[in-house]
Nanobody, 118 residues
């Protein structure tokens, strides 16, 4: 069982930066994929970035070059550095950890609100 708690959301002006952190309790083995997703009002939840244990990353086109996903093994956190934020980045951001092979092992955090003002 994995529990995830996000932090770091808030209100920021366009062009600013925020760093989201997801604290994971429980062991995340090497066969898990870690990621961040977001859901804007009236829209479906969408992928922002993922990171495998092998260090492979994947980003949504809309955030490439601005966002960076990383893992701090010592703190057992999954972080998302967000730079040059835009109003369209406004959403609830969710941390996700899922098993690469077992669809039943898929964990979500409670979400953290990010609001970017123009």
């Amino acid at each position: 069982q994995v529990q995830l708690v996000e932090s770091g959301g808030g209100l920021v002006q366009s062009g600013g930066s925020l760093r989201l952190s997801c604290a994971a309790s429980g062991s995340i083995s090497s066969i898990y994929i870690m990621g961040w997703y977001r859901q804007a009002p009236g829209k479906q939840r969408a992928l922002v970035a993922t990171l495998t244990s092998g260090g492979n990353t994947r980003y949504a086109d809309s955030v490439k070059g601005r966002f960076t996903i990383s893992r701090d093994n010592a703190k057992n956190t999954i972080d998302l550095q967000m730079n040059r934020l835009k109003p369209e980045d406004t959403a609830v951001y969710y941390c996700n950890v899922k098993h690469a092979l077992r669809v039943d092992l898929n964990y979500w955090g409670q979400g953290t609100q990010v609001t970017v003002s123009s």
